[in-house]
């Protein structure tokens, strides 16, 4: 019913840029909050940032002032603007979404399938 894909995963340089989008479709009627996670090699899934239907945005301390997460309501869509980057940022990284479907009654967690990002030293 929903699918979640991102895109914009790749291998970049230390001190580089990539900005990875999120794309939620299917019978969506409204969506509540949607983020950004990341697992990396051997380590458990870690939150890297958040933002809700009003904007409110939460980063994890690691990528304050290098990471700017934001959302297109219209397209169902959430960003992540990944600067300056760390080889200690290589990891997939998946978005997640709070959605609203047709014929539900209340709202249920989606997950895409993860971009891959490694950052080279």
């Known amino acids: 019913q929903v699918q979640l894909v991102e895109s914009g995963g790749g291998l970049v340089q230390a001190g580089g840029s990539l900005r990875l989008s999120c794309a939620a479709s299917?019978?969506?009627?409204?969506?509540?909050?949607m983020g950004w996670y990341r697992q990396a090699p051997g380590k458990q899934r870690e939150l890297v940032a958040t933002?809700?239907?009003?904007?409110?945005?939460n980063y994890a301390d690691s990528v304050k002032g290098r990471f700017t997460i934001s959302r297109d309501n219209a397209k169902n869509t959430v960003y992540l603007q990944m600067n300056s980057l760390k080889p200690e940022d290589t990891a997939v990284y998946c978005c997640?979404?709070?959605?609203?479907?047709?014929?539900?009654?209340?709202?249920?967690?989606?997950w895409g399938k993860g971009t891959l990002v490694t950052v080279s030293s």
């Open positions: 997640n979404a709070d959605i609203l479907t047709a014929g539900t009654y209340y709202n249920m967690d989606y």
């Open positions: 299917g019978s969506i009627l409204s969506i509540n909050g």
């Open positions: 933002i809700t239907s009003g904007g409110i945005i």
